[in-house]
């Protein structure tokens, strides 16, 4: 079974702070994504990457940035945490086009 | 722009079926369903494709209807294990989904 880990579950912050947010995957994906989920907008792509040191903005790359040194791992990253940044981010990584998505467990991070 | 779902909510009883659409205002290639329980990740039913493909996972099933931009989830005869939160992901091509808003689905005893 596909793993993807999400190094925390839960996590609070200070507004100003740099936040860094980590996802691994198993299998050897080469795609992977981070949205982040709010009630009643469902599940919205902040960035994902197609492989190795590539990315590509989203739907809400606003105030965020990522970094995929290696293929395991995507890291997002929030420059200056704001309030406005609470939320449940969760990661996902994928085989290829019109595959399914793994997704982690998700981090439901406060900004304070 | 996001898909629409509809409805938002719905409530069952064990045994009923019940129709959960999701509708877009682009040309689609491909409709993915996800079903997330309370405080778990989102786990993957199945992809549709361009083409009308009707495909099923248990007692749930789903067809796209691309003149349409339309996809509809069906549960069939629904089971406890059925409640969570459902959502379409579209895709006009590429990896890159687009989430709906999510319709919560409740079934009881």
């Known amino acids: 079974d596909v793993k993807v880990t999400q190094s925390s579950r839960y996590l609070v912050k200070r507004t100003g702070e740099k936040v860094f947010l980590e996802c691994v995957q198993d299998?050897?994906?080469?795609?992977m994504f981070w949205y982040r989920q709010d009630p009643g907008l469902g599940l919205r792509l902040i960035y994902f990457s197609y492989d190795v040191k590539m990315k590509e903005k989203g739907d809400i790359p606003e105030g965020y940035s990522v970094s995929r040194e290696k293929k395991e791992r995507f890291s997002l990253i929030l420059e200056s945490a704001s309030t406005n940044q609470t939320s449940m981010y969760l990661c996902?990584?994928?085989?290829?086009?019109?595959?399914?998505?793994?997704f982690g467990d998700g981090t439901r991070l406060s900004i304070l | 722009q996001q898909p629409v779902q509809s409805p938002q909510a719905v409530i069952l009883r064990e045994g009923e079926d019940a129709v959960i659409n999701c509708s877009s205002s682009?040309?689609?290639?491909?409709v993915h369903w996800y079903r997330q329980k309370h405080g778990e990740a989102p786990v993957f039913l199945m992809i549709l494709l361009k083409g009308g493909e009707q495909k099923g996972h248990e007692k749930i099933s789903a067809s796209f209807n691309e003149k349409k931009q339309q996809s509809s989830l069906y549960l069939t005869a629904s089971q406890l294990s059925y409640s969570g939160t459902y959502f379409c992901?579209?895709?006009?091509?590429?990896?890159?989904?687009?989430f709906g808003g999510g319709t919560r689905v409740l079934v009881k005893p």
């Open positions: 996902a990584s994928t085989s290829g086009t019109y595959q399914p998505q793994h």
């Open positions: 299998m050897d994906h080469e795609n």
């Open positions: 682009k040309a689609l290639y491909s």
């Open positions: 992901g579209t895709s006009t091509a590429g990896n890159k989904l687009t």
